[in-house]
């Protein structure tokens, strides 16, 4: 029989927060691949005696593919670890229509990403009642292309709560785009390596985030968070005010 391949979400660096399901194929797994650059290692221990170990971070898509081949017909299992949740910045569309296209099962467990990761660490909610109740998660175009209907300007018109991948090493640049459209106060956090133990926070406003920044030595595995969410005004939620009923509790309690 043929093996099947779970790409896993191995959240954004605590062990602890890579899912009991995760956890269980990682056990179980007779190959594990994982994204050297940033998957916590430490989730390797996880391993059972024997399984054979890849760190995709010096791998082609090929190698990728290839390694997966032939565990699947050897009727291995194979846990496929990607950072954070595979669905954002993971590259396994690729992975998944090649395995396809070879007849190989797979499936996607999903994980906790970095953008909530970071706001879990500030203790911070993007969805606050009449700030915003809109997350646009993005990035800075850079070696790779961000289509141009999606420019950073474009997103930063809605003035919506922005989570911004990729992009630290740009932060002067990213500052200065948003600058027009969320005004030079607007605060911003930049999160590195959010729930690793050398977690950083750095908090500023657009006007002085990059500064910051560059001081505290932040240049790459970090969230720009932008938008009022950080600030403190808000209205409060309409789901836990007495006098607004709904499904589950009735009207005008007091
Ligand atoms: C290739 S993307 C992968 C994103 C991942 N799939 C996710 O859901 O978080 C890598 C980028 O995610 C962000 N990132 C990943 N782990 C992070 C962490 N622990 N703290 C802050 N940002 C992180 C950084 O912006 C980094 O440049």
Redesign the pocket.
Known sequence: MMGKVHFI?AG??DPELLTIKGKRLLEEADVIIYAGS?VNPQLLEAAKPGCSIYDSAGMTLEQVIETMREAAGGGMSIARL?????S???AIREQIDELDRLGIECEVVP?V???T??AAALKKEFTLPDISQTVICTRLEGRTPVPESESLESLASHRASMAI????HMIDEVARRLIPHYGESAPVAI??????SDQKIVTGTLSNIAKKAREAGIE????ILVGEFLGDEYSRSKLYDPDFSHGYRGGNEK
């Open positions: 979400g954004p660096g940033l990607h950072t954070g949740d595979p954002i910045y993971g994980g990403s970095s953008f990761a970071s991948f990729l992009s630290v999160v590195q390596k959010a729930s690793w790459k595995t970090a969230q």
